[in-house]
């Protein structure tokens, strides 16, 4: 680059990695990823346990989701991304609600999703269901979703506390979830980046197996991301692995 006299700002490298396991229990896995490092996409799916067809339902997610975004980025000179998202999940809501009711089997389709579109200075994103967002930043973690549980409602109730909730017999019983209902509303959000943060998309096949301080420590390890990710799938299967469990690591290199 020739010499202008001015100073030019290196842009931040993005690192990430996305990891999937069938888990030591189940007999398929029904989780679907999808990581676009060059546009900092990273989408999850998690097909819901007990319903049928758990594994199209959340790879029908990834599809629809993908498909408004990239139409989307090719329409629209400055594109509105956090419409894009939302709009994006109630597309799949919808086609996973046609599919389910087409079916046979006795429990429609379902799955949930998170979905996160970084900048270097700001993260776009949205949810439905367990399927968790966290920042991590200066050793600190934080779940930006908010789980659409009846657990969770009970503990935002005051009903129930966080610890009591853990091995509770209503864990896992959701109040929203894609193709469940005719409408879907999802969470949305956007968060300030900071140099320094990590963030981690997962299923609660990781969050069901190992608490938040021990997600913190791996996710804080200072290795590359695969590595990260790696090391938690490995704790999540080494906790019992009860079910299939997917994670996405994402952070800007200071």
């Not at 029904?30 to 594994?55: F, I, K, N, T």
């Not at 109630?90 to 009711?101: C, L, P, Q």
């Not at 938040?212 to 991301?225: K, P």
Request: glycine share 10%; with cysteine.
């Amino acid at each position: 680059m020739p010499d202008d006299g001015k100073t030019h700002e290196k842009a931040p490298m993005f690192e990430c990695a996305a990891r999937t396991d069938i888990g030591l229990l189940r007999n398929r896995n029904e989780d679907s990823l999808w990581v676009d490092a060059g546009r900092r996409w990273l989408l999850l799916a998690d097909g819901m346990g007990g319903h049928s067809s758990g594994d199209l339902a959340s790879a029908m997610t990834i599809h629809y989701v993908l498909d408004r975004l990239l139409a989307t980025a090719e329409k629209n000179e400055n594109p509105d991304y956090a419409s894009a998202l939302t709009n994006s999940i109630i597309d799949a809501n919808a086609a996973i609600r046609s599919a389910g009711k087409q079916s046979a089997a006795a429990y429609p389709m379902g799955a949930t999703f998170v979905g996160a579109l970084l900048s270097p200075g700001e993260l776009i994103y949205a949810h439905v269901g367990d399927s968790r967002l966290y920042l991590l930043r200066e050793g600190t973690l934080t779940q930006l979703s908010r789980d659409h549980t009846l657990i969770q409602e009970s503990i935002d109730a005051g009903n129930l506390t966080v610890e009591m909730a853990q091995n509770h017999p209503c864990q896992g019983l959701l109040t929203r979830g894609l193709g469940v209902q005719d409408k879907v509303e999802p969470d949305t959000g956007i968060c300030t980046l900071h140099p320094g943060d990590r963030l981690l998309l997962c299923t609660d096949g990781l969050t069901d197996m190992i608490n938040e301080h021990e997600i913190a420590r791996l996710l804080g390890m200072s290795v590359r991301a695969d590595e990260v990710a790696k090391s938690l799938i490995e704790a999540a299967n080494f906790a019992g692995g009860r079910d299939n469990v997917s994670v996405i690591v994402a952070w800007f290199n200071e």
